[in-house]
């Protein structure tokens, strides 16, 4: 079974803190998202990665930032947390290849305050 | 521009009845994917079903299937025999190109809510 585990289901963080979210997969994905998910709006990309150290930005990237320095972890990097990043962010993996689906972790749901 | 327009932001549909939720998207890429996700109140993602752009039939996974009109780019997925534990959201998503390395680009999904 493909296993795509975030650190956290739940975060309570202050503003202004640098907050870190990872994102772990085991079955070998080149692939690894970040997306982040409001009522009424779905899910937006916020960052992607096809490959180890490359990264793309997605459709909401400013305030976050990304690392992947390892083909199984995908991090999320708020450099200084506000308010109105309070919100679920979900990682998912996939393979390289077309028709693939990606695979999700359980999400982290971020409350700053 | 939105890639993936669910337009139904809410739908109800009686217990063993059919229902169709609607997905429109847009692109210019003749090789693309279509998924469909289920999303139940615990929050967890769930794959349903995938349809390719080339695929010549409509793609079926048990009580789900996909009514593909590639013409009108619409791929709106029918759930038959509703049961109470399809309430849930919905999301019509959406993978462009044929290298397999772009994101899944996904709609504003669809709370559908099964009365008994």
């Known amino acids: 079974d493909v296993k795509v585990t975030q650190s956290s289901r739940y975060l309570v963080k202050r503003t202004g803190e640098k907050v870190f979210l990872e994102c772990v997969q085991d079955?070998?994905?080149?692939?690894m998202f970040w997306y982040r998910q409001d009522p009424g709006l779905g899910l937006r990309l916020i960052y992607f990665?096809?490959?180890?150290?490359?990264?793309e930005k997605g459709d909401i990237p400013e305030g976050y930032s990304v690392s992947r320095e390892k083909k199984e972890r995908f991090s999320l990097i708020l450099e200084s947390a506000s308010t109105n990043q309070t919100s679920m962010y979900l990682c998912?993996?996939?393979?390289?290849?077309?028709?693939?689906?990606?695979?999700f972790g359980q999400g982290t749901r971020l409350t700053v305050v | 521009a939105q890639k993936i327009t669910q337009t139904q932001p809410g739908m109800f549909v009686q217990e063993k009845e059919a229902v169709t939720l609607d997905c429109t998207y847009d692109?210019?890429?003749?090789?693309?994917?279509l998924f469909w996700y289920k999303q139940p109140s615990s929050g967890e993602m769930i794959f349903l079903i995938y349809?390719?752009?080339?695929?010549?039939q409509n793609a079926t996974e048990g009580r789900y299937s996909l009514n593909f009109q590639k013409a009108r780019k619409s791929a709106n997925l029918v759930i038959s025999a509703s049961q109470l534990g399809d309430s849930a959201m919905y999301f019509c998503?959406?993978?462009?190109?044929?290298?397999?390395?772009?994101?899944?680009?996904f709609g504003k999904g669809t709370r559908l809510s099964v009365i008994a």
């Open positions: 998912a993996s996939s393979l390289r290849r077309v028709g693939t689906e990606a695979f």
């Open positions: 079955m070998d994905h080149e692939n």
């Open positions: 990665s096809y490959d180890v150290k490359m990264k």
């Open positions: 692109t210019s890429d003749p090789s693309y994917g």
């Open positions: 349809q390719g752009s080339y695929d010549q």
């Open positions: 998503a959406m993978r462009e190109g044929g290298s397999g390395n772009t994101p899944l680009v």
